[in-house]
């Protein structure tokens, strides 16, 4: 049983910046790929970004291209969403997510194949 606990999430202005951070406890974190989802009220959950278990694999929504960025620190257990020049639509409660891969250097593009989930930090985003 994988815990995973996001934290960074906050009230920003369009152009600003935010990282934040989920933290990973009770599972073999590298053998799972990890990501991002954000729901914003009234709509779906989707995917932002998604990194494979050894980081080698990325995947990024076309929204979030050229401003969001995925990282992990296997030893620290943590992957890290680092997002930049906000806007208003990225407003949002964002998730994270575990996906067991096992020993394939995949990773996962719907919430479906998504094992573990985070309690999700709230990103709101002004114009």
């Known amino acids: 049983q994988v815990q995973l606990v996001e934290s960074g999430g906050g009230a920003v202005q369009a152009g600003s910046s935010l990282r934040l951070s989920c933290a990973a406890s009770?599972?073999?974190?590298?053998?799972?790929?990890m990501g991002w989802f954000h729901q914003a009220p009234g709509k779906e959950r989707e995917l932002v970004a998604a990194?494979?278990?050894?980081?080698?694999?990325?995947y990024y929504a076309d929204s979030v291209k050229g401003r969001f960025t995925i990282s992990r620190d296997n030893a620290k257990l943590t992957v890290y969403l680092e997002m930049k020049s906000l806007k208003p639509e990225d407003t949002a409660v964002y998730y994270c997510a575990a996906d067991r891969t096992g020993i394939w250097d995949t990773l996962g593009r719907t919430p479906g194949e998504y094992d573990y989930w985070g309690q999700g930090t709230q990103v709101t985003v002004s114009s």
């Open positions: 009770g599972g073999t974190f590298s053998s799972y790929a």
């Open positions: 990194i494979s278990r050894t980081g080698f694999n990325t």
